[in-house]
């Protein structure tokens, strides 16, 4: 069964504070992994898509990364801000946009 | 311009009304999208459209009409909802719906749909 699943839930943490967000999945055939970041009640917005072959990407303060072997992938967020605060969903994709598979998302609270 | 827009950004309507969604995207993308999210869940896919045609129907019910005039627009046309159908509505576009692209998508803002 094609599954994708985040952890934590939910995590709150300090700002300035560095976190990490584990998605891990069975989907097969795998073509990519997206991670977005979603604000509550607006639309989500991606942050990375990674292929088969991507081990590690950046995008300013976030880095994801992508073991295939594994099936697993991260999501490191460094010097945490306030803005950072939103639901972080992990989608991984059998091929192309109309074949994915989100996890439940973390949710991630920043604090001053 | 890298912008999905939906219209409205809230809707409130009563079970008997007739209303629609709009989404509009000027990407030059062709295919569209209608997600439905309910609060804390991730998006569920209803509907694609591929080069203006209904490709993928997720068994949605048939109150719920989708329509695309052409390749920029994307509508959804609402009637006789049900107060469970009230959820955040999230249109979406992409280059191409098949593989042979990474398939990246870009959200609209959705649109707040509350069914009294």
């Known amino acids: 069964k094609n599954q994708v699943e985040q952890s934590p839930q939910s995590l709150i943490i300090l700002e300035g504070k560095n976190c990490t967000l584990q998605c891990n999945y069975t989907v097969s055939p795998f073509s990519n992994l997206r991670w977005y970041k979603q604000d509550t009640g607006r639309g989500p917005v991606s942050l990375t898509i990674m292929t088969f072959s991507e081990n590690t990407k950046s995008n300013g303060r976030y880095t994801a990364t992508l073991d295939a072997d594994t099936k697993q992938s991260s999501l490191h967020i460094t010097a945490s801000q306030l803005s950072d605060s939103a639901s972080y969903i992990c989608?991984?994709?059998?091929?192309?946009?109309?074949?994915?598979?989100f996890g439940t998302g973390t949710r991630l609270t920043v604090i001053p | 311009d890298t912008e999905v827009t939906q219209t409205p950004k809230h809707l409130v309507m009563g079970m008997t009304n007739k209303k629609s969604l709009k989404c509009e995207q000027h990407m030059g993308h062709r295919a569209m999208y209608w997600y439905k999210q309910k609060a804390k869940k991730p998006p569920e896919l209803m509907f694609v459209?591929?080069?203006?045609?209904?490709?993928i129907n997720e068994s949605v019910p048939s109150r719920f009409s989708p329509e695309c005039p052409n390749s920029s627009l994307l509508n959804l046309h609402l009637h006789a909802l049900q107060p469970e159908d009230s959820a955040l509505y999230l249109c979406?576009?992409?280059?191409?719906?098949?593989?042979?692209?990474?398939?990246?998508?870009?959200f609209g803002e959705g649109s707040r749909l509350t069914v009294l």
């Open positions: 979406a576009s992409s280059q191409d719906s098949s593989g042979g692209d990474t398939g990246e998508l870009f």
């Open positions: 459209y591929s080069y203006e045609k209904l490709s």
């Open positions: 989608v991984v994709s059998t091929g192309g946009a109309n074949n994915l598979f």
